[in-house]
C-alpha cells in the first residue's frame, strides 16, 4: 500500500510561481509511475503531468511549458513547478501512483489527499 501526501498548495498572484511535493512511502517509489491531477469546483478531475520510472515526463495541453514535473528516487518524492500561473489554474491538485505511465495518466492506483492551489487575478 502506498500513501501519498502533498504540500506546497497555497494563494499566488497570477503569474507567480508555486511548487508542489508529494511525499511518498509504503512501496518502492523508484518502481511507480506518479503523476498529478487537479480538480477546480464543479468540474472533473482532470491530468495535469506524469513521469515514469525512466523519468520520461508527459503534460495535458494546457501546461504548454508552463509546469515541469520532477522526481528524487532518493527522497521519495515528486514535485510540480508551477509557473505562469493563472486564475483557470485554481484547484486541488492531487498525487498519484501507479505501476505504469500509461496507467498512471487515466486510472492510478493509489491517490493523495490534496492541496489547494490558488491563483488571484
Known amino acids: 500500500q502506498v500513501q501519498l501526501v502533498e504540500s ?4 499566488v498572484q497570477a503569474g507567480g510561481s508555486l511548487r508542489l511535493s508529494c511525499a ?3 512501496g518502492t517509489f523508484s518502481r511507480y509511475a506518479m503523476a498529478w491531477f487537479r480538480q477546480a469546483p464543479g468540474k472533473e478531475r482532470e491530468f495535469v503531468a ?5 523519468l520520461f515526463a508527459d503534460y495535458a495541453g494546457f501546461v504548454k511549458g508552463r509546469f515541469a514535473i520532477s522526481r528524487d528516487n532518493i527522497k521519495n518524492t515528486v514535485h510540480l513547478q508551477m509557473n505562469s500561473l493563472k ?5 486541488v ?5 501507479s ?3 500509461g496507467v498512471v495518466r487515466t486510472t492510478p492506483s493509489y491517490w493523495g489527499q490534496g492541496t489547494q492551489v490558488t491563483v488571484s487575478s
Open 24 to 26: 511518498a512511502s509504503g
Open 50 to 54: 506524469a513521469i515514469s520510472s525512466s
Open 99 to 101: 505501476w505504469t505511465l
Open 87 to 91: 486564475p483557470a489554474d485554481t484547484a
Open 93 to 97: 491538485y492531487y498525487c498519484a501512483a
Open 8 to 11: 506546497g498548495g497555497g494563494l
